[in-house]
């Protein structure tokens, strides 16, 4: 979900600083006879495209803020732990380099022309969320993986999620879990989420929530 974020952001990136770059240097914009200063309807513009910027963000925050929600609440979990210190070494250096580089874009849309200060908005509050969100996550021990009597789940930079209803056969290869369900749907999970201390654990876990008559575990890697 997270690098499917990115890339819509990363689309919506370029019509944005197209049109910050015509307008705020006023480039002659030949197709309309017209120059960047001059072109209609730039206000309404600049806003949809930064209204969806933002909306788009804040989905992405509040289903992050919402993983780390239930996944702290490990009473209700049958197995719950942090996320493994490799895990978190990589959760710390993509989320600030993700909080520099959109962060970046909007002090530099803004500075090209304030008239893009909307879309500037949506990607400095991704900036200011990423730092506030590691912060909370990583001094609070709050990014964790569990299990459920329903699913498994893992809930750091992004949540990833694997249900037990459905499903047909699971499986190891490298340093994913596969969750295979009927109609060939096939989910991973991330299994270097968790420490290796902790994987015997997390397997005993989730071989006590499965119906082992309908559904073929291995734990042998592949």
Same mark, same amino acid.
């Given at each position: ?17 197209? @049109?910050?770059?015509? *307008?705020?240097?006023? &480039?002659?914009?030949? !197709? ?5 200063? +001059?072109?209609? =309807? ?45 895990? @978190?070494?990589?959760? *710390?250096?993509?989320? &600030?380099?993700?909080? !520099? ?5 909007? +002090?530099?849309? =803004? ?112």
């Amino acid at each position: 979900m997270n690098k499917f974020i990115n890339a819509i952001l990363l689309f919506l990136l370029f019509p944005t600083m197209a @049109m910050t770059i015509y *307008v705020g240097f006023d &480039l002659p914009v030949d !197709f309309l006879k017209t120059t960047g200063a +001059y072109i209609p =309807y730039k206000s309404e513009i600049f806003l949809g495209l930064g209204l969806l910027i933002l909306i788009i963000n804040l989905r992405r925050s509040i289903r992050r803020w919402m993983g780390m929600r239930i996944i702290n609440q490990t009473d209700r979990f049958r197995w719950n732990v942090p996320v493994s210190s490799n895990r @978190m070494k990589r959760i *710390v250096v993509y989320n &600030l380099l993700e909080a !520099f580089v959109l962060g970046f874009i909007g +002090y530099a849309l =803004y500075t090209i022309t304030p008239l893009a200060i909307v879309p500037a908005a949506g990607y400095l509050f991704c900036t200011v969320d990423n730092i506030v969100f590691l912060m909370v996550g990583g001094i609070g021990k709050k990014f964790r993986a569990g299990v459920t009597s329903k699913a498994v789940i893992v809930a750091d930079r992004d949540v990833v999620l694997a249900y037990f209803t459905g499903l047909r056969r699971v499986t190891i290869h490298q340093d994913s879990v596969y969750f295979h369900y009927i109609k060939d749907l096939q989910l991973d999970f991330p299994l270097d989420c968790i420490e290796i201390n902790e994987r015997d654990a997390f397997f005993k876990a989730l071989n006590d929530q499965i119906d082992r008559d309908r559904v073929f575990v291995t734990t042998e890697r592949t």
